[in-house]
């Protein structure tokens, strides 16, 4: 007999639907699957055996082939092995033709016959709920995640002997079980109670650059001595920033999900905050795989949120440079013989580095002009030049007043994005940093003395046209946090200043 059972493999961040296709007919004993699965799809075989005969049901005597159709897309991870097995169970007629029908089944095999989670289970499920498919089994560890989807009905199991007493009718699909106390935990990397700007004496500019860079979306920069407090302001932009919108928030959790990160039942409700160490290589960053398999790099993982890079100038420049094209167009595409996977990173850059290798730049620098130049080539101008804000932070006075806590900046930043949301309403844009600059001269319209600044510090400063165009946003978003309607000259000076020329 043959059988079809849904289900659904990932492939990047998104799910691809499989039809699990099982043929039980007369010949020697066999067990053959087609289809591009991976290795650990060829080594099913023995975990569904195995959990089937712990189940206390009859492995058939007979040739059994599975396709995984399409064949054409390969197949990666183990989540195809519960229905492999209820494919099965239903060309061998130990389940009943309509048990499973219009039912897709998701999950690992033990050899005990216990259904276990898989990585990406969101996706999957998603990728069902999209092309119809209304019910779906998962493990039971797995269905509060499942559930966020909310267009499904999960049909929790624990083991393949409960997806086959409930589909002979022989027992009810259990209920979801509740959420516990551990479902909320969040897998963003901010942690409950992140650092407050409040700690932070002085360092007035770099905090309203901070304000810029987190209410406008605009890629910041920190140059400056060890222990002037770039580390530290960066560390504290996850306190300062908004809640995810709904749609962002699935968004977010469907990333992490692929990833094997997402929380037990719940959306990831804060911005990611990601930071990798400087010893991280190209594909950690940006992505990469092979043999069917794509590793999510960080800039993806910061999708809809930001990506800390500390001690820019020890990266290792290609690695550096492989953040260019992101940065612009906010997605990357991971190409390999045979696999060309698109995925999301839309993401906020922000980074600190030291002036020179000694560090200490214009305060007693002993570095020289060799090892000077040597390091600052690591950071190429292409590169710099696609970050908004460029700052150098000098010492600051130790006697200076400690400033606003995070609850009375983001107070304003909430303000300022509101504002924005206003403006930008009716266009796919969301905040400043992302529009075009074709659409500069509608959407961010300049004092008359504003654009006469514009241009003359372009002259001066010998901008690019891509220089301009962020040099504008920039002074859109300080508008905004000054609640004005209309860039002013003040607001494109301070701009400018915000930019500096990075030697």
Known sequence: MLATVPSASVLGIDGHIVMVEVHVGHGLPAYGIVGLPDMVGRESKERVRAAILSSGLAWPQQRITVNLAPAIVRKTGAGLEAAIACGLLLASEQLPSGGLEGTAVLGELGLDGRLRHVPGLLVLVDALARRGIRRVVVPVESAREAALCGNV????????????????????????????????????????????????????????????????????????PPGVGKTMLAR???????????????????????????????????????????????????????????????????????????????????????????MEDRRVCVARAGLSVELPANFVLIACTNPCPCGLGEHGCKCSEVQKMRYRRRLSAPLLDRFDIR?????????????????????????????QAERLRGTPWRRNAEVPPGRLTKLAPLSEKAEAALLDIAELRALSARGVGRLWRVARTLADLDGVERVGEDHMEEASWMREEIV
Request: charged content about 20%; some cysteine; overall charge negative.
């Open 236 to 326: 504290r932009v996850p306190s300062i920033t908004m809640p995810l919108s709904r749609d962002h928030a699935f968004d977010v959790t469907r990333v992490h999900s692929a990833a094997g990160l997402a929380p037990a039942g719940a959306l990831i409700t804060n911005a990611p905050f990601r930071a990798p160490h400087h010893s991280a290589s190209g594909a950690a960053l940006v992505g990469g795989g092979s043999n069917g398999r794509v590793r999510i790099g960080e800039i993806t993982l910061a999708h809809r949120g930001y990506l800390f890079l500390d001690e820019l100038g020890e990266f290792n420049p290609s690695v550096l440079d492989a953040l260019r094209q992101p």
């Open 391 to 419: 700052m150098v932070i000098d010492p600051p006075d130790p006697n200076q007043p400690f400033g606003a806590t995070s609850a009375a900046a983001r107070e304003q930043i909430v303000q300022a994005r509101h504002i």
């Open 153 to 224: 009905e999960v049909l929790p199991a624990a083991c393949l002997g409960d997806i086959h007493a409930c589909a002979r009718g022989e027992l009810p699909w259990p209920d979801v079980p509740p959420p516990t106390d551990d479902d909320g935990a969040d897998s963003s990397g901010l942690g409950d109670d992140p650092p407050d700007l409040g700690e932070v004496r002085g360092l007035w500019h770099a905090r309203r650059a901070v304000a810029a860079c987190v209410s406008g979306g605009h890629h910041l920069l920190f140059v400056g």
